[in-house]
């Protein structure tokens, strides 16, 4: 068990619809990161917050936003869902801004969404 | 860009021996790290080892070693007793020192047979 939270662990929803998958971070860990898994895609990087701001971002559909609230849990809000949205959403954390070995990334179990 | 290649889609191995993964990555960079994950059937990734470039010495977790050849951009995980519970898919991973985020490879999944 790595301390990260993800909630829904299941999520099935139609085309067009909106969904906000869940994430709390280790504790201590100040950097949330998502990461999406697909068969066609594979593994990648979409977006961190570090500390209540976005610090980077990489392939994010601009129909997926993210925040990081106060209490540093993080969620992901998924829009005008289409088939090929369908995926495992990894949550990822670490204590710091992402800089350096220190800052291993340790993954939450992942949400897996269906888009019928 | 950096990229990671693994060029095993899969790779089977006897209980009790000895196999090794293998990845490649692509970067201009000098100062980086590189780890590889573990995702079993629960699809949880597990981290397995990581490894500084600046290190000359090979990192070793266990039953897990890595052969780190910097000047051939090469990574490879070596599993030694293999075990029923190995069985997986495993994910060479790449980071810029002063970057964010995790690049992945496409994965190997590794088969265990008893």
């Known amino acids: 068990d790595s301390g990260v939270t993800q909630t829904p662990k299941h999520l099935i929803t139609a085309t067009g619809q909106r969904v906000t998958l869940r994430c709390s971070p280790r504790?201590?860990?100040?950097?949330v990161y998502w990461y999406q898994q697909s068969l066609d895609q594979g593994l990648q990087f979409l977006i961190q917050?570090?500390?209540?701001?976005?610090?980077a971002k990489g392939n994010i559909l601009e129909r997926f936003s993210a925040q990081q609230f106060p209490d540093l849990h993080s969620e992901l809000n998924l829009s005008s869902l289409e088939l090929g949205d369908s995926a495992l959403y990894f949550c990822?954390?670490?204590?710091?801004?992402?800089?350096?070995?220190?800052?291993?990334?340790?993954f939450g179990p992942g949400t897996r969404l269906l888009v019928l | 860009a950096q990229t990671v290649t693994q060029s095993q889609p899969e790779m089977s191995v006897q209980e009790a021996e000895t196999v090794t993964l293998s990845c490649t990555y692509d970067t201009s960079e000098s100062d980086y790290y590189l780890f590889w994950y573990k995702q079993p059937p629960s699809r949880q990734m597990i981290l397995v080892i990581r490894?500084?470039?600046?290190?000359?010495q090979n990192a070793t977790e266990n039953r897990f070693s890595v052969n780190f050849q910097k000047a051939a951009k090469s990574f490879s995980l070596k599993i030694s007793d293999s075990q029923l519970g190995d069985a997986a898919m495993y994910f060479c991973a790449y980071k810029y020192n002063a970057g964010n985020m995790l690049t992945f490879g496409g994965g190997t999944r590794l088969m265990v047979k008893p």
């Open positions: 990822a954390s670490s204590v710091g801004a992402g800089v350096g070995l220190q800052e291993t990334q340790y």
């Open positions: 490894q500084e470039a600046y290190k000359q």
């Open positions: 504790s201590g860990d100040l950097s």
């Open positions: 917050y570090y500390n209540g701001e976005e610090r």
